[in-house]
């Protein structure tokens, strides 16, 4: 059984509806709880700007996901920590891109910094998918 | 089989019980996972203070429950994103209205900004419920 | 049937192997939420330092899991909330001693404040095992 988008029509719609009020795994789900993941590369570099940061985050997420038999679609939170508010929209922009059709739940805030200076934004996820 | 709720008597005791230390969801549950809401009113404006914008994300998140056939009751975990440290107490002061009885467990910080100006909280939420 | 950690070799291992990039909660697991703990002792009082209070969140941590039949290794994910970048490290240090063999999935960021000026740290964590 899918996951089931929830967006009640009593309240403001998600901004074209790029994520989901509500995100419910039914009974029976396997969980899959993802660390911050950061833009460092595979050969430990860090990619210099959000932009790139943001792709690398995204890259690893779907690494980790398939690991578990997962993808995007199976994504039920995103949670992004960025150093500037108008990072959030970069990385929303490319976010976005990766989840069309099957919108996560969001939160998206401006913390003060990261445990490393070179990193613009930190990224994790919850997905869910039936236990077969 | 009902949520579980975990207050361990070797331990300092939350502030008047109004949250729960620990929240356990048995096995066979549906989970919900709610984005993080803001103070967008229905026609699109914005509460334009702490209490207004809380009033508004208490009933966006009740809406979102509604939808997953869910209630206040049902939420396990609750997070806040203020701008000031004393905003929280005016987040918890409301919150707590929407609790009485069935506390959930509780994180609020506060962060350095919130992707429009305009928000002054952000909060999300996971809820479950037996999957029947 | 235990918990899952993916570390998929094609992005950059975790530091030192000392979180887990991704960690799986099979089907029927038992979820449980730990509200954010901070350094308050069982008398009230505050550690005055971040490693006392590092130290008192995870005695609080272990109580908790305690009351649920688990414990650290059923942890899969622990998110911090630091007052400063060098604080992440000082935390970490104590985590790890806590989850050798069993590491969970890891968020850390630096946020503008907590609710009580004495709390130089916050930390929530989930955790999940077989419901038996």
Same mark, same amino acid.
């Given at each position: 059984?899918? @996951? ?12 074209? @509806? ?5 995100? &419910?795994?039914?009974? #029976? #789900? ?6 911050? +993941? ?5 050969? #430990?570099?860090?990619?210099?700007? *959000?932009?790139? +940061?943001?792709? +690398?985050?995204?890259? @690893?997420?779907?690494?980790i996901?398939?690991?578990?038999g997962?993808?995007?679609?199976? *994504? ?8 500037k508010? &108008? ?8 976010? @976005? ?8 739940a969001?939160?998206? *805030? ?10 613009l934004? &930190?990224?994790?996820? *919850? ?6």
């Open positions: 059984m899918a @996951n089931l988008r929830h967006n009640p029509a009593s309240i403001a719609a998600p901004t074209n @509806n790029l994520y989901a009020h509500g995100v &419910e795994v039914p009974a #029976g #789900g396997r969980h899959l709880y993802v660390a911050g +993941q950061v833009g460092t590369r595979p050969d #430990g570099s860090i990619a210099p700007d *959000v932009p790139g +940061q943001v792709e +690398q985050i995204m890259a @690893n997420i779907e690494a996901l398939g690991e578990a997962m993808g995007f679609g199976d *994504v039920v939170k995103i949670t992004a920590y960025c150093l508010a &108008e990072d959030i929209f970069t990385y929303a922009g490319i976010r @976005n891109r990766h989840f069309a059709g099957s919108p996560p969001t939160t998206a *805030v401006v913390v003060a910094g990261l445990a490393d200076p070179r990193w934004v &930190e990224v994790d996820v *919850v997905a869910a998918r039936a236990g077969d």
